[in-house]
């Protein structure tokens, strides 16, 4: 299994930007399709983005389109989720997720600790 630690958290204005990363060990990174879930307080875990094994193919929800972007570095064994625009509703912990095959229509096979973000009006 693979093992997931998520970093580039923390509190920034609304209309600004961060960086997550999230390095991946123990297992070949290029074998997972990657992803991104965040987890409001008092709500569920949402999907926020996802990408194949190769960067070949990327899925984002709706709500960040145009404002987040997904890469990932096979070479470094990291993903990353570059965020721009931030709104106070983007304000989660964010989780970091590889699925169980290189492709992100499959189940999610291991989740990072989580990092918190926090969008200030």
């Known amino acids: 299994q693979v093992q997931l630690v998520e970093s580039g958290g923390g509190l920034v204005q609304a209309g600004g930007s961060l960086r997550l990363s999230c390095a991946a060990s123990?297992?070949?990174?290029?074998?997972?399709?990657m992803g991104w879930f965040r987890q409001a307080p008092g709500k569920e875990r949402v999907f926020v983005g996802a990408?194949?094994?190769?960067?070949?193919?990327?899925n984002y929800a709706g709500f960040v389109k145009g404002r987040f972007i997904i890469s990932r570095d096979n070479a470094k064994n990291t993903l990353y989720l570059q965020m721009n625009s931030l709104k106070p509703e983007d304000t989660a912990v964010y989780y970091c997720?590889?699925?169980?095959?290189?492709?992100?229509?499959?189940?999610?096979?291991?989740w990072g600790q989580g990092t918190q973000v926090t969008v200030s009006s």
């Open positions: 997720a590889a699925y169980k095959t290189q492709l992100i229509s499959g189940a999610v096979a291991s």
């Open positions: 990408m194949n094994w190769n960067g070949g193919n990327t």
């Open positions: 123990g297992r070949t990174f290029s074998n997972y399709a």
